[in-house]
């Protein structure tokens, strides 16, 4: 079932927000060494090497997913995922860390992550909204509950027992994995003459050839290099602004669950909205994001800044839910698997440039303000650039609608014409 594997994934696929989590897992890793700075910061970089892999790796995915379809990519990429948590779980130097958690793991999760948003294409059309706001809203679940379960087991049973009881959760998604039943099939390579064939047999020009796929593609990545800043220093800037006793964990509560009644909402609402105009719910979700990523500094109480996050996760959850039922709209069921998996490898590099840029204007400003600020630009400039695509889909079909026109007004025309040649009495009816 694909919202069990959604659930099991987020642990290191719910973003930006789950930086927290990775902060919580780090910093307990071996809490005894840590004597200087520097070696905090090194461990820091192995939960963001595991979330940048993770996306970095989805267009050779979709490539793979294409050609073996979703039951056996889910199960590899599943089993990939085990055998790199279980090795980190023996693992004691940081060096080896960043290659079985950092690489193996997250390319495991890679791979099986995608398979569980293509798959649903092959069940649902009319409800694909709805459905893929029920699967993505289980992360928002993990969301809430993973940073108390991670702290109480680290606590209690140490990094290394916690990792074995996570590969639990790893085995139930290979478990998972074996329920996809794909309805359509994988595409098979066509066989050529020469040994090394063609990029084009593998990865899928078609989707380049939509304008409005082009437009989608690098928008949504234009708008993500300030998205994820909030919730990556959100706990920093609270900590800054109301002191170390601030209750910052109600912030993380209500960004999970305002995001996952987005995901529900917006899953329904999508559903009703005809065509690529389903778009135009991803533009107010960046929109309202940007504004609320600006609105952060002006809030000198505790109480805006709840209401900044109900709003924030509530249209994250807009986002998130309708980034498959978009992708289905522009280039069809049968393109879909590379399509997505182009836009998350873009994805990848916003992700991993936008918060460094905003720690670096903190530690030289000693102000988050300024980084918030510059935070809400982006999400609303690749917004409006979105909105060229309804119109672009627009122009597309009237265009094919009045070739087609042509095409049988030419062949009416074609057929009066051989009629006429083969009628010896025409000439005469003619004079």
């Not at 927290?20 to 200087?36: E, M, P």
């Not at 699967?135 to 809430?144: I, K, L, Q």
């Not at 140490?158 to 359509?184: D, E, H, S």
């Not at 399509?339 to 992700?351: C, K, N």
Request: charged share 15%.
């Amino acid at each position: 079932m694909p919202y069990i594997e959604q659930n099991i994934l987020s642990l290191p696929l719910n973003y930006g927000r789950l930086e927290q989590d990775h902060v919580i897992y780090n910093t307990k890793l071996d809490q005894n060494s840590l004597k200087d700075k520097q070696l905090k910061c090194d461990q820091s970089w192995v939960g963001s090497l595991s979330m940048g892999m993770i996306f970095f790796c989805s267009p050779i995915v979709s490539v793979f997913n294409d050609l073996l379809g979703c039951r056996v990519l889910a199960v590899g990429g599943a089993s990939v995922g085990f055998v790199g948590l279980l090795a980190s779980s023996f693992v004691t130097s940081l060096d080896f860390l960043y290659f079985t958690y950092g690489i193996v793991f997250a390319c495991g999760c890679s791979f099986a992550y995608q398979p569980s948003l293509v798959i649903l294409g092959h069940y649902f059309k009319k409800r694909l909204g709805l459905v893929n706001g029920i699967v993505t809203a289980g992360s928002s679940v993990f969301t809430m509950v993973l940073p108390f379960i991670l702290s109480w087991l680290l606590e209690k049973v140490g990094r290394q027992n916690t990792m074995r009881i996570l590969c639990i959760l790893m085995f139930v998604l290979i478990l998972a994995g074996f329920t996809y039943k794909p309805l359509i099939p994988a595409k098979t390579r066509k066989r050529t003459g020469s040994r090394c064939p063609g990029l084009g047999q593998f990865f899928n020009v078609n989707i380049w050839k939509s304008l409005g796929y082009r437009i989608w593609a690098f928008g949504v990545p234009a708008a993500l290099y300030g998205y994820f800043v909030p919730y990556v220093h959100l706990m920093k800037h609270v900590e800054e602004r109301f002191g170390q006793d601030a209750n910052k964990e109600v912030l993380l509560l209500c960004l999970g669950i305002s995001s996952g009644l987005g995901r529900l909402i917006f899953g329904v609402v999508a559903d009703y909205v005809h065509g690529v105009n389903k778009v135009y719910l991803q533009v107010s979700s960046f929109l309202v994001i940007g504004l609320m990523s600006m609105m952060i500094p002006l809030c000198n109480i505790f109480g805006g800044l709840i209401a900044v996050c109900l709003l924030m996760g509530l249209f994250d959850g807009c986002f998130i839910c309708i980034m498959a039922p978009i992708a289905f709209e522009l280039v069809g069921s049968e393109n879909v698997s590379q399509a997505i998996g182009f836009l998350l490898g873009l994805m990848s590099v916003p992700m991993t440039v936008g918060p460094p840029i905003a720690g670096f204007l903190r530690d030289r400003l000693n102000s988050y303000d300024l980084a918030f600020y510059l935070a809400g630009i982006p999400p609303m400039v690749g917004g409006a650039v979105l909105c060229l695509i309804p119109w672009v889909e627009a122009r597309r079909k009237r265009q094919k609608a009045q070739a087609q026109e042509r095409d049988v007004s030419q062949k009416m025309l074609d057929s009066e014409k051989a009629q006429g040649d083969d009628d010896p009495r025409t000439g005469e009816s003619v004079l």
